[in-house]
């Protein structure tokens, strides 16, 4: 049966019109259900409590919940992969972090490309790492700092959170920028790395922001700079490594992603909420107490810094021979 030209050309305008109505139509729906965010480290620490704040936050504008739910072990990386090799329709998200970054390189099989697998939804905050020392170190600046320990290489010892930890890499992001010669001790987490520098069995620890504060406030620890290209707003008299050291950065990041082939229009939805909330004073101010710089920004953005911090990082990982314990 032969259709009338002006029926035919109407047919074919209504089925391209389709994928568009349906894309519409998914993206006013969603969400119709709860969506799990999956974090790969244990309740209390930073990216848990990010995870949890924009969860929050989430659940209240979008009318459904966003329930966190913690899958520990292999550094983040057994979380990535179940977020990751989950349908991509927007209701299992993945509390992307710097870890992840590291983990691209530190790790040789994993069966998952970082890159590759995931859609950038939006970056949230970036927290500093503050380089601190035990007060007998005869140094007050990071120069004065860098000049001692070229005085007596091999000679101090560098805490870390363990093999591969963001502590570690930025320790070794500045011995690779410097030359210094840092003798490298890992710790398993930031506890047992605090004692040790307390006690002077180590004399240098570029420690998260949180569990060393109270001991920077108190003078038993003596920070001499934040890892982040701007000043943190709970340290704001502590100056930049930067500053002394062009180019060096290096930052506690989280984000949302999701898996590859998440449909557009629930990418571009999620975002604009997460910017939202981000610019809510209050969010902001939750944010800034963990010691953070609220980053926002497209998903575009997102996979850019991402894709900038994992090249550096395997820079650094090479260069250092990092391997994973």
């Known amino acids: 049966m032969k259709l009338p030209r002006r029926r035919f050309l109407h047919l074919v305008a209504g089925a391209a019109a389709l994928p568009a109505v349906s894309r519409i139509a ?12 999956v974090v790969g480290f244990p309740a209390g620490s930073i990216a848990d409590i990010v995870a949890r704040l ?17 899958r520990t072990g292999a550094s983040g990386n057994i979380a990535t992969e179940m977020a990751l ?8 998200l993945l ?19 970082f890159i590759r ?45 363990g093999n591969g930890s963001s502590a570690h890499v930025s320790g070794e992001l500045f011995k ?28 240098v ?9 109270e001991y920077i406030r108190a003078g038993k620890l003596r920070a001499l700079a934040v890892t982040t290209a701007t000043r943190s707003e709970v340290l704001p008299d502590l100056p930049t490594i930067a500053d002394f050291l062009p180019g060096y950065e290096a930052s506690l990041w989280s984000g949302l992603a999701a898996p ?12 604009k909420e997460i910017n939202l909330a981000l610019a809510d004073p209050s969010m902001k101010a939750r944010l800034v107490d963990l010691g953070g710089t609220v980053l926002a920004g497209s998903p575009g953005d997102f996979g850019k810094f991402i894709a900038e911090d994992t090249e550096k990082w395997a820079k650094v990982i090479k260069f250092a021979n990092i391997k994973a314990e």
């Open 26 to 37: 998914r993206a006013q729906t969603y969400p119709a259900r709860p969506v799990r965010i």
């Open 54 to 70: 924009m969860g929050e936050r989430l659940s209240e504008r979008l009318g459904q919940q966003f329930v966190v739910e913690n």
């Open 85 to 92: 090799r989950s349908p991509p329709d927007g209701y299992m």
């Open 95 to 113: 509390l992307c972090d710097s870890p992840a970054a590291i983990n691209a390189t530190l790790y040789d099989k994993l069966s998952f490309n």
């Open 117 to 161: 697998d995931i859609a950038p939804i939006g970056a949230i905050v970036s927290v500093p790492l503050v380089m601190v020392v035990n007060p007998s170190v005869p140094a007050t600046t990071v120069p004065e700092f860098t000049a001692y320990a070229r005085a007596n290489p091999g000679k101090l010892n560098m805490a870390s959170a």
């Open 176 to 203: 690779m920028m410097t030359g210094v010669n840092l003798v490298h001790v890992p710790y398993r987490g930031s506890p047992p790395a605090l004692t040790d520098l307390l006690g002077g069995q180590v004399q």
């Open 205 to 213: 620890y570029f420690v998260p922001t949180a569990p060393s504060i």
């Open 260 to 271: 590859k082939s998440t449909p557009p229009e629930v990418i571009d939805k999620l975002n």
